[in-house]
């Protein structure tokens, strides 16, 4: 099996950083793209930013020049520092990557974390 664990989330005010983590473990081998998603309350969930494994980069309109996702492919993890936060940035930020396994080379499958709070207010 294949966890994510996101960690980084809290309170910031308006204006603020901050930077999440999400560490990938279990009997992995290979992930492919990895992605941020954010979920605010009544809201749909929405694409944040992708990573491919090759380091290509794509972010939603919205977050473009504040957001920066990073990956470390030695360590499992995918980051997203955030800058310039804003009140719309509230929500809860999951992680998901395609993963394969060593049972499975050859097969990847999505793979959720359980979500970290992002809370931006005064």
């Known amino acids: 099996q294949v966890q994510l664990v996101e960690s980084g989330g809290g309170l910031v005010q308006p204006g603020g950083s901050l930077r999440l983590s999400c560490a990938a473990s279990?009997?992995?081998?290979?992930?492919?793209?990895m992605d941020w998603y954010r979920q605010a309350p009544g809201k749909q969930r929405e694409l944040v930013a992708t990573i491919t494994s090759g380091g290509d980069t794509n972010y939603a309109d919205s977050v473009k020049g504040r957001f920066t996702i990073s990956r470390d492919d030695s360590r499992n993890t995918v980051n997203l520092q955030m800058n310039s936060l804003k009140p719309e940035d509230a929500a809860v930020y999951f992680c998901r990557a395609d993963v394969s396994t060593i049972a499975t080379p050859w097969r990847y499958l999505a793979v959720w974390g359980q979500g970290t709070l992002v809370t931006v207010s005064t």
């Open positions: 279990g009997n992995i081998f290979s992930i492919s793209a």
